[in-house]
């Protein structure tokens, strides 16, 4: 494994983030009175979504930084939909890479931890194959991001997907991290729980996540996580659309057992139908295994 950048986490123990601004923000609702609602909520932060496209102005992403930091928030980035660096045509190829690259100079202006992003889908390939294209690719990002002298402030984060087309099993996610110092994994449970039709998800299942990536990556991985929550609707091609906690059949329970008995330490994004909501759960039940 290559040696991991350590990238400046400003803040110990497990945050809860919504997956962009909570529901209940006033309107009209922007990201400063977002910012104010995960407070009144007493949740920890924002992932925020560039996932139709990055088209915040720097201004703007500057000034949304320095509020958050203000206010103690913690946010993440989630990078575009449109990503695919299996893709076969060159032109969607070079604009999936542009799609990441945009997206870690905003997060950078925001002062964001970690970009999650979707990789590739395998289009008929085998796995190997998608390996080989994705790694070219961050490889490619990697060396453009130093031609511009980038901060590397932000870890690049793959996730792990909901439909079995789609490149991004856990075994894949942490191999593709194991090249690269600025790549850690962005575990999304509910998405591994969809793409294997109901697996991972007994508590045995879901506290071996944990173990392999501690195996395969490290202790510093652990302490490093980012990680995607919801309840989840699948059918035999796997993830259907996000649903709560209560509407769904996953045990998010055992990952909250799971990262305390692990000593994690990250970011967990709420991506339920009601981000706050679920978002509440997770951390009062967190907390509650802390007494
Ligand atoms: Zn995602």
């Known amino acids: 494994m290559s040696q991991k ?52 102005k720097d201004e703007e992403l500057l000034r949304f930084g320095k509020y958050g930091k203000e206010k103690g928030i913690v946010f993440t980035a989630h990078a575009p939909y449109y990503i695919n660096l299996n893709a076969k045509e060159k032109e969607k190829y070079e604009k ?48 453009y991001l130093e031609s511009i002298s980038f901060s590397f402030s932000v870890w ?10 789609q490149f991004g099993s856990l075994e894949e996610i942490v191999e593709v991290s194991k090249h690269f110092p600025n790549v850690l994994p962005c575990i999304d449970f509910a998405h591994l729980y969809a793409r294997s039709i109901g697996g991972y998800n007994t508590e045995k299942e879901i506290f071996g996540i944990f173990e392999y990536i501690g195996n395969e990556l490290g202790e510093f991985a652990l302490k490093n996580m980012h990680m995607h929550i919801s309840g989840m609707e699948y059918g035999s091609k796997g993830e259907k659309y996000h649903v709560t906690f209560e509407e769904s059949q996953f045990h998010y329970e055992y990952v909250i057992k799971a990262i305390k008995y692990f000593g994690v330490e ?16 997770i951390k009062n039940y967190y907390t509650k295994l802390g007494e």
């Open 5 to 56: 950048m350590s990238i400046p986490k400003s803040f110990s123990g497990l945050k809860v983030l919504t997956a962009g601004i909570p529901l209940s923000t006033p309107q009209p609702q922007t990201m400063m009175k977002g910012i104010d609602r995960v407070l009144e909520l007493s949740l920890d932060g924002i992932e925020v979504e560039f996932v139709h496209g990055v088209r915040t």
């Open 96 to 143: 999936s890479k542009e799609h990441i690259i945009k997206s870690l100079l905003a997060a950078e202006k925001i002062g964001a931890w970690s970009v999650v992003f979707h990789p590739a889908f395998y289009l008929g390939d085998d796995s190997k194959r998608v390996m080989e294209r994705v790694i070219k690719a961050i490889e490619e990002i990697n060396s």
């Open 156 to 165: 690049l984060r793959p996730e792990t997907m909901g439909k079995p087309t």
């Open 266 to 281: 990250g970011v967990i994004v709420s991506e339920s139908s009601n981000v706050e909501y679920d978002g509440i759960i």
